[in-house]
């Protein structure tokens, strides 16, 4: 058989050349990757530069000028534009140390930017005695508004308990007190509302009144200038009636782990090179989560640990991780029920089907990933641990 040749196979010269493992590279293609080699390295080389001026330890909330903070896919754009919009209501939702707060900060931030009012309370540091009477909490909610917002506190004198309600107190005091006083748009943003989902005596009628404001603004002129955000850690599985619960209502967001890119893009932002070789060990190890990602990474950065030394001895009492998995679990020994839950999950190589409030706390502390009523751990750092402390 003969093989007929194409002149067009010679019409442009190409030089060629052997690389080391062999293969045949020609040179206008080496030279690309030679160029975004260098690119990449340049990249790292400013990364580095402005990460050793700006290196924070990642603890709570990431300061709003962070180099450290990423954006979610377009989540932050999809709350702004939501803000703007007459009685906006956000229900950010995520396991603990994945940004829900961070995210919170953030939109209380765009809120200013738009010249509105804002304020931003977190329910978890709210005394106990304050948050299982309803009237003491909404008493201290109206107070701690008024404080922020520099306006008179007048709850003792507003308050008429002979002839009103908890809630039509609460109610009158923000529509005469808070939102006419200040005249535009108002931000508030509860962080932490989990914390109130054990207090039967106050969940009912404190969310359904947050409910009954949201609807109020359709129709009120004073009342579209409020815009809710309400952030909490678990799924809201306390019984609320469908028309009075403000969780089947505005706009749901919820915060996943980052994706390769997005972990790349924070090695990169520390100083590190994204194409490392151990960089899918980190990721294998506590997958895309992001307190764990940058506490491994700023411990690599400052030099009190390598990649590989951090990979080894992760798991140990000796690793980077121990506070936090110690943490974690004296969490689960004060609940008997979640240890054994726990136990079953990371001795299974397979999902494990657990009672619907045992996946909600396992969940909100961040250790478990959901596929319907199965659960795995999150990632290989709490199956290793967890099953051996366990």
Request: glycine fraction near 6%.
């Amino acid at each position: 058989m003969e093989v007929g040749l194409d002149k067009r196979d010679f019409a442009t010269p190409v030089l060629y050349m052997r690389a080391k493992d062999g293969i045949i590279l020609d040179v206008k293609n080496r030279r690309d990757a030679e160029g975004a080699e260098a690119r990449d390295e340049e990249r790292l080389r400013e990364g580095s530069n402005i990460c050793m001026q700006s290196l924070e330890y990642p603890d709570g909330a990431v300061a709003l000028d962070s180099l450290f903070y990423l954006e979610r896919n377009g989540i932050e754009s999809l709350c702004y534009q939501t803000l703007e919009k007459s009685a906006a209501l956000i229900r950010i939702k995520a396991p603990k140390l994945m940004g829900k707060t961070s995210l919170a900060r953030r939109i209380v931030a765009e809120g200013e930017k738009l010249n509105y009012q804002a304020v931003y309370l977190d329910l978890g540091g709210v005394n106990k005695e304050v948050i299982t009477n309803l009237d003491k909490f909404l008493r201290w909610l109206c107070s701690k508004v008024s404080l922020e917002l520099e306006l008179d506190n007048q709850v003792d004198n507003a308050w008429n308990t002979a002839f009103l309600g908890s809630n039509d107190n609460c109610t009158a005091y923000f529509k005469k007190y808070i939102l006419k006083p200040i005249n535009s748009p108002l931000v508030l943003v509860l962080d932490e509302v989990d914390r109130l989902f054990p207090y039967s005596e106050i969940v009912e009628d404190f969310f359904g009144m947050l409910r009954s404001w949201h609807e109020k603004g359709k129709i009120s002129e004073l009342w579209k200038q409020l815009r809710l955000v309400l952030a909490h850690s678990t799924e809201v599985y306390i019984p609320l009636d469908y028309h009075q619960s403000p969780f089947n209502a505005g706009v749901p967001v919820e915060l996943e782990e980052f994706n390769q890119q997005q972990v790349e893009d924070l090695a990169i932002r520390h100083g590190i090179n994204s194409q490392d070789s151990m960089l899918p060990e980190l990721i294998r190890m506590i997958g895309g989560h992001p307190y764990l990602l940058r506490l491994a990474m700023y411990d690599i950065v400052t030099g009190k640990t390598t990649l590989e030394n951090l990979l080894r001895s992760a798991t140990t009492e000796a690793g980077i991780y121990r506070n936090h998995l110690r943490y974690v679990l004296d969490i689960l020994r004060s609940a008997p029920d979640l240890v054994q839950a726990f136990k079953q999950v990371v001795n299974s190589t397979a999902g494990v089907e657990l009672d619907s409030m045992e996946i909600y706390k396992l969940h909100s502390l961040g250790l478990v990933i959901r596929e319907n009523n199965h659960v795995t751990p999150r990632c290989q750092l709490y199956r290793d641990y967890f099953r051996r402390v366990l």
